[in-house]
């Protein structure tokens, strides 16, 4: 296997990164097929693959800032099964098993939603970390994040944003124009945002504990607690 293989999902993009082979080699293997696939790619949902060994936490920011400067957003809505062959797959691997990189830690595959939810609820995407430049994450659901979403960072969802920290950086809600969505930050801050598809003039102050909303063709800026 070569150093770095791009495999197509219906979920999106699986970087497969081959854990015999340095990270320098992997580095140039990607750059070197992103940099032939130019714009081919731009737009594209992706995540890295890297068999049972666990990508070092400075490995992982430096890659996830090549897919961010081809355009490449990364997400990690997507599983990948194992692709080794039955005798490379360890004593407890399942066929049915899947192993994926998430934030820095082996998953097994997402559990299907059931088809019933508790009452009012709404499925979403929590992520327990912060988000610095160069670093995006979309989803189709709504998206909760624990952390701050740095200048230079991107979030963007087809349902609501909340962001317990602060968000200094660019975010989207409704992506799929849903007109009810609103961003919910602690301190909330954007250099861009916009619900439905509508732009927001950002605030020309940091808001603490506070909400955008759409009203009528205008997003406006509230309270969290109104």
Same mark, same amino acid.
Request: with cysteine.
């Given at each position: 296997?070569? *150093? ?14 081959? !854990? =015999? ?7 140039? @293997? ?11 790619? +731009?737009?594209?949902r992706v995540t890295f693959y890297n068999g049972q060994t666990e990508i070092p936490a400075e490995h992982r920011e430096e890659l996830l800032r090549i897919v961010a400067r081809y355009g490449l957003i990364y997400t990690d809505n997507i599983t990948y099964p194992y692709a080794g062959r039955p005798a490379e797959r360890s004593s407890t691997a399942t066929p049915s098993? %899947? ?9 097994? !595959?997402? /559990? !299907? ?37 740095? !200048?230079? =960072?991107?979030? @963007?969802?087809?349902?609501?944003? $909340? ?21 919910? %930050? *602690? ?11 509508? @732009?927001?003039?950002? /605030?020309? +102050?940091?808001? $603490? %504990? ?12 509230? @309270?969290?607690?109104?």
């Amino acid at each position: 296997m070569q *150093g770095v293989q791009i495999k197509g999902t219906r979920d999106g993009l699986v970087i497969m990164l081959n !854990p =015999a082979r340095t990270f320098d080699e992997l580095k140039e @293997s990607l750059l070197r097929q992103l940099e032939q696939a130019r714009d081919f790619f +731009k737009g594209a949902r992706v995540t890295f693959y890297n068999g049972q060994t666990e990508i070092p936490a400075e490995h992982r920011e430096e890659l996830l800032r090549i897919v961010a400067r081809y355009g490449l957003i990364y997400t990690d809505n997507i599983t990948y099964p194992y692709a080794g062959r039955p005798a490379e797959r360890s004593s407890t691997a399942t066929p049915s098993s %899947a192993i994926c990189y998430k934030h820095q830690q082996v998953l097994s !595959p997402i /559990p !299907p939603e059931p088809a019933v939810l508790p009452e009012m609820a709404e499925p979403a995407l929590l992520l327990n970390r912060s988000l610095r430049a160069g670093q995006a994450v979309k989803t189709e659901r709504h998206l909760v994040i624990t952390g701050d979403v740095h !200048p230079g =960072a991107q979030v @963007s969802a087809g349902g609501s944003i $909340v962001v317990l920290g602060h968000l200094a950086g660019r975010a989207a809600a409704g992506l799929y124009g849903d007109r009810t969505t609103v961003v919910v %930050a *602690g301190r909330l801050a954007p250099v861009a945002l916009s619900i439905a598809g509508i @732009s927001a003039t950002p /605030p020309t +102050k940091t808001l $603490v %504990a506070a909400k955008a909303v759409l009203e009528g063709d205008k997003i406006v800026y509230r @309270s969290f607690y109104r």
